[in-house]
């Protein structure tokens, strides 16, 4: 019955892969799917400090900018670890969880944790799965209240998609209704690079 309802979902999840394609087709002008990012800009204090205690993670050579291929067998992978990740981490406060209102990133060692917690979880999956470091990048925006929020960015040949802890729905990224601010950069990612107003590229089409 689980496989039933898991195959019915990814069936779902395909069908809406494919009606972006449809939508935003190849001739698209290419800011309807992929973010411009603008100059260097600092990187977030928390993943400074993850780095300090993960240096594995990040004394990492420079690669070349490299998309994940949006293949079916990819975009079930997303689908699936997004929703995993998402139902297995039990959402708790910085504060509640650290006891401390500085910025704490980390793998969920307990199981526990926030937005910064679900993302990169969800980036060490990918990775683990075959998806090119580059295309996985940790990103910062402001939600619907204004308030900062941590999701991955996936860039792939389709465009750039977004896997966020408050939805199993991966949208691309200006459909999210969140106001970006920065990423890492795909060369490197203690390089964090800003991020342009999807509103001001995205098409009539993409608006909707």
């Excluded at 990040?58 to 690669?63: A, D, E, V």
Aim: with cysteine; net charge neutral; hydrophobic share 40%.
């Amino acid at each position: 019955m689980r496989n039933r309802i898991f195959c019915a979902a990814w069936a779902a999840a395909l069908a809406s892969a494919s009606l972006v394609c449809r939508e935003h087709p190849a001739g698209a002008p290419p800011m309807a799917r992929f973010a411009t990012t603008g100059g260097r800009t600092s990187a977030p204090f928390g993943w400074m400090d993850f780095c300090s205690r993960q240096p594995q993670e990040c004394n990492l050579p420079p690669l070349a900018p490299t998309n994940a291929d949006l293949t079916a067998s990819a975009w079930g992978a997303l689908v699936t670890v997004n929703r995993a990740v998402n139902s297995a981490i039990e959402p708790v406060s910085n504060l509640d969880h650290w006891g401390t209102r500085i910025d704490h990133w980390d793998y969920p060692a307990d199981g526990k944790g926030d937005c910064k917690i679900y993302a990169l979880e969800k980036r060490r999956i990918l990775m683990q799965k075959g998806f090119p470091r580059q295309a996985l990048l940790m990103t910062i925006a402001k939600d619907r209240n204004d308030q900062g929020h941590a999701i991955l960015t996936v860039r792939t040949s389709g465009g750039d998609f977004i896997l966020d802890n408050l939805t199993d729905e991966i949208k691309l990224w200006f459909a999210t209704g969140y106001r970006f601010v920065k990423r890492q950069s795909q060369e490197n990612p203690n390089f964090w690079v800003l991020i342009e107003n999807p509103d001001e590229h995205a098409t009539p089409e993409a608006s909707r």
